[in-house]
């Protein structure tokens, strides 16, 4: 069965950091191109960050540039979402996604992050 859980969000000051954590299951975790997504109330669901199969490239939304880091780690099967310099914009449902080639594409069930004074 393929599980993707998100944890690690939460309620945080502006300026204040937050890690996000995604434990995969159920499928070929370092074959998959490993994204981090979010939805703010509102609005579609867009990109945020997005790392290679074997870690070693990684993309970012303008948004998040220079304060998010993506990484992961295959012998884990885990993705991490480091948030640094919050902003309230930044508050959204943030959701992990794994894609393959072939057009499979898993989701987990999001976790909440909150930038709030």
């Known amino acids: 069965q393929v599980q993707l859980v998100e944890s690690g969000g939460g309620l945080v000051q502006p300026g204040g950091s937050l890690t996000l954590s995604c434990a995969a299951s159920g499928f070929p975790f370092s074959s998959y191109v490993m994204n981090w997504y979010r939805q703010a109330p509102g609005k579609e669901r867009e990109l945020v960050a997005g790392v290679s199969s074997r870690g070693r490239s990684t993309n970012y939304a303008d948004s998040v540039k220079g304060r998010f880091t993506i990484s992961r780690d295959n012998a884990k099967k885990l993705v991490y979402l480091q948030m640094n310099s919050l902003k309230p914009e930044d508050t959204a449902v943030y959701y992990c996604?794994?894609?393959?080639?072939?057009?499979?594409?898993?989701w987990g069930k999001g976790t909440l992050v909150t930038v709030s004074s």
């Open positions: 996604n794994a894609a393959i080639w072939t057009g499979a594409v898993h």
